[in-house]
Nanobody, 126 residues
């Protein structure tokens, strides 16, 4: 089992940057596929980016490709999400999630992820 806590959200102007962090607890963190999702008011939760358990593979939602970067530090049990060139449509609550263990698949569905953090609010003003 793993517990997750996001931080780093806030208010930023369009074109700016933010770096979110996800801190994980649990000795098995390094075995989990990790992902970031977001949810805007009145919309479904949307996949943002994922990273394999070893960190060698990353994948992104089409709306953030080229602007966002996901990484992981298994020694520190952290999963940062660097967000650049932010747009007002990036506004939402951002969630960190833990998915399948020891699996190299590229998972993008909320149903693939069993553990979730509480979320951190990101607001991008125009």
């Amino acid at each position: 089992q793993v517990q997750l806590a996001e931080s780093g959200g806030g208010l930023v102007q369009a074109g700016g940057s933010l770096r979110l962090s996800c801190a994980a607890s649990g000795r098995t963190f390094s075995s989990y596929t990790m992902g970031w999702f977001r949810q805007a008011p009145g919309k479904e939760r949307e996949f943002v980016g994922g990273i394999s358990w070893g960190g060698s593979s990353t994948w992104y939602g089409d709306s953030v490709k080229g602007r966002f970067t996901i990484s992981r530090d298994n020694g520190k049990s952290m999963v940062p999400l660097q967000m650049n060139s932010l747009k007002p449509e990036d506004t939402g609550v951002y969630y960190c999630a833990a998915g399948p263990r020891y699996n190299s698949g590229q998972f993008t569905s909320t149903n693939d992820y069993a553990y979730w953090g509480q979320g951190t609010q990101v607001t991008v003003s125009s």
